[in-house]
């Protein structure tokens, strides 16, 4: 089988270098939660089985010109959006130069003004309309930019969902809503959460655009979110996507799934990681080969080693910042 | 200096600062089109158009969470929910997110929009037009709370509001919206600062502090003690986060004698908090305990008038609790 140039308008370049965030992700998750369980860190939300729909998303955005709107379990969509393992890494460890937060926020808080990352919050589901006003002021500014707003199959049950959904299609902002549905809020399974067919089915309510993709097919995402930018950029409004994945770690570190679901269920999902899946699909295609996959682990490997060196050696929040920011004076 | 009604003023100064600036823009329920169900932002949409003054959907949490994302990207957002008692669907985009941003992102982003809310009753608005909700949100920090209670005070204090860089819930006497009348300046003469209380009548016996539709409650009673002898000196927050403690505990030093008089409930009122810190800080020039002149605690100000009458507070019952306190 010969090799392709491109695959569906995606080059070898770009599709490695989403397949290398993928990895860091990876890689920096096992370490954090190793380090967890070594009492070093303090909490940690895994993004495990999410990489490859996060990163698929975010590779076909604008990091720079677009905004972000992540949630808690966005760590490779974070990655995806410019935060270096490193950054990450004071983030967990909450040190001083965690950018998004100075040590403040939980991991997984992302922010990041020069970036576009909009500061978020641990409030499920709060994100929604704020991204429909930020998605209003783009629409006002004309200048082609969009807002990305992503959350979990628990957070459309809030009430902030359907009123984001509905303003922004109204005023058809440009927003991609992206529901990254693994089908488990904590404990409660999608069949006690989700009424009806599905979170995609629910946009035909506001007249937009609603997409169901599987979440580890890095071709399917990548394409349901260009043709939801793409719309959003010629002015046309909102898209709902959910993109279907699995939640192959406990909702947190104090968490364990393992007490309330299935065990063969769970040994099943184990089996359809969607990282080694598309290590195997980059392989078949001929894209990548197993000394350049050994090659790039190693990099992979050393640099979540040296950020958390540096990460854990960098200096704590100074006490005395403890009343700073709370007014624009102070 | 024009003469004017509390709405007037409120709606004199969204003109000017929207003229002003370009990014400060309206936006809530009825806002345009009707020009609000007080007429406080009437003729702002034929003036500055359907974007700039915003008709939203009823929904007040998504009211603030768009105000939130316009601030983000750099407006200065007026928000208008339609009753202070409708704010609660709001509360946790601006609990959670509006006033926690620029603390939770220590320093790299900041969210300066003001939230408006027609606030308090004595309109026969019973149960869920009537509430004072100040107390709420004087618990947040990260944002600062403005009741004001003269067409001048709420002029210049929305002014400054709107450009202040921080987020403001700006709650409006609606009782007074049109019975308090008064001049008013124009443009840059109208600005106050936030934070400054009001000395409203100088009095020598007992301090009473007060704030937006008590302090022309309190200067009546104040009136009548004066001709019993009673020197009552008269003090309007205006702001109430943050509050001027050094203003009451000026007065407090003066009287020794300080009354807190507010229309919300009495248990965890924002009165128990000015209190509270001025019997902390003021204790050693105390001749009598502070006193709370509240509403009784019940849900809410019932629909009946006799009802009604009996929730308020009224120049009697100030009076009254003024005298005691000066008889203590």
Not at chain 1, 129 to 143: H, N, Q, S, T, V
Not at chain 1, 222 to 235: D, K, L, N, P, Q
Not at chain 2, 308 to 325: C, S
Request: with cysteine; hydrophobic share 45%.
């Amino acid at each position: 089988m010969s090799t392709p140039a491109e695959l569906d308008g995606l080059t070898r370049e770009r599709v490695l270098w989403a397949y290398g965030i993928v990895l860091r992700a990876r890689y920096l998750d096992d370490r954090r939660f190793i380090l967890n369980r070594a009492g070093k860190l303090a909490f940690i939300i895994s993004p495990r089985g999410h990489e490859v729909a996060q990163v698929a998303a975010i590779t076909a955005l604008q990091p720079g010109r677009d905004r972000f709107c992540l949630y808690y379990r966005d760590f490779a969509a974070a990655l995806a959006c410019g935060f270096t393992p490193e950054e990450l890494m004071l983030s967990a460890f909450a040190r001083a130069a965690d950018p998004s937060s100075g040590g403040r926020q939980t991991p997984g808080n992302f922010g990041s003004r020069r970036r576009g990352i909009i500061i978020g919050s641990s409030a499920v589901g709060t994100q929604i309309p704020k991204a429909a006003g930020i998605g209003l002021a783009l629409k006002w500014r004309a200048e082609g930019a969009l807002c990305y707003v992503s959350f979990g199959e628990g957070a459309t049950s809030q009430g902030d969902f359907h009123e984001g959904l509905n303003f922004a299609a109204l005023h058809h902002c440009p927003v991609i809503f992206l529901c990254e549905n693994n089908h488990w809020a904590i404990s409660v399974p999608e069949a006690r959460q989700v009424a009806g067919p599905g979170v995609a089915a629910r946009a035909a309510a506001y007249g937009i655009p609603g997409v169901a993709v599987a979440g580890d097919d890095f071709l399917a995402v990548h394409a349901a979110v260009r043709a939801a930018a793409e719309r959003a950029r010629r002015g046309e409004g909102p898209t709902l996507i959910e993109a279907r994945v699995l939640r192959l770690q406990s909702h947190s570190t104090d968490d364990d799934q393992r007490a309330y679901r299935d065990p063969a269920e769970l040994e099943a999902e184990a089996a359809l990681d969607p990282v080694p899946r598309m290590r195997a699909w980059l392989l078949a295609v001929g894209w990548l080969t197993e000394p350049d996959d050994a090659r790039f682990q190693e990099e992979v490997a050393r640099e979540v080693e040296a950020a958390t060196v540096a990460a854990e050696a960098a200096p704590e929040p100074d006490p005395s910042t403890l009343t700073r920011h709370v007014y624009a004076d102070g | 200096m024009a003469d004017r009604t509390l709405v007037q003023a409120i709606r004199d100064a969204l003109l000017e600062e929207m003229d002003r600036d370009v990014r400060v823009c309206v936006l809530g329920q009825d806002v345009g089109l009707k020009g609000g169900v007080f007429k406080a932002t009437e003729g702002l949409q034929p003036r500055f158009g359907p974007d700039r003054v915003l008709d939203t959907p009823l929904a007040e949490s998504s009211i603030a969470a768009v105000a939130q994302g316009l601030a983000l990207e750099g407006y200065r957002p007026v928000a208008e929910m339609q009753f202070a008692d409708y704010i609660f669907p709001a509360f946790n985009q601006i609990v959670n997110e509006i006033a926690k941003v620029r603390y939770r992102s220590n320093g790299d982003f900041s969210c300066p929009l003001v939230i408006r809310a027609p606030t308090g009753g004595g309109v026969r608005g019973a149960l869920y037009h009537s509430q004072s909700v100040e107390a709420y949100f004087c618990h947040v920090p990260g944002l600062k709370v403005v009741l004001p209670s003269t067409p001048a005070d709420a002029k210049g204090l929305l002014k400054a509001a709107i450009r202040d860089p921080d987020p403001v819930i700006f709650l409006e006497p609606k009782k007074l919206y049109r019975a308090a009348r008064g001049p008013v300046a124009d443009g840059e003469g109208a600005l106050l600062p936030l934070g400054k209380a009001a000395v409203v009548k100088e009095g020598a016996t007992v301090s009473a502090i007060t704030y937006g539709y008590l302090r022309a409650v309190t200067q009546e009673a104040a009136v009548r003690l004066e001709a019993e002898g009673i020197s009552v000196e008269v003090i309007d927050l205006r702001t109430l986060r943050p509050w001027d403690q050094s203003a009451c505990l000026q007065s407090l030093e003066k009287t020794g004698r300080v009354a807190v008089i507010y229309e919300a409930n009495r248990t965890g009122g924002f009165g128990a908090e000015v209190a509270a810190e001025l019997a902390e800080r003021g204790f050693a020039h105390l001749d009598a305990p502070v006193t709370r002149v509240a509403s009784p605690d019940v849900p809410a100000m019932p629909f009946s008038a006799a009802l009604e009458h009996a929730f308020m507070l009224n120049t009697d019952k100030v009076a009254a609790a003024l005298r005691r306190l000066a008889e203590y």
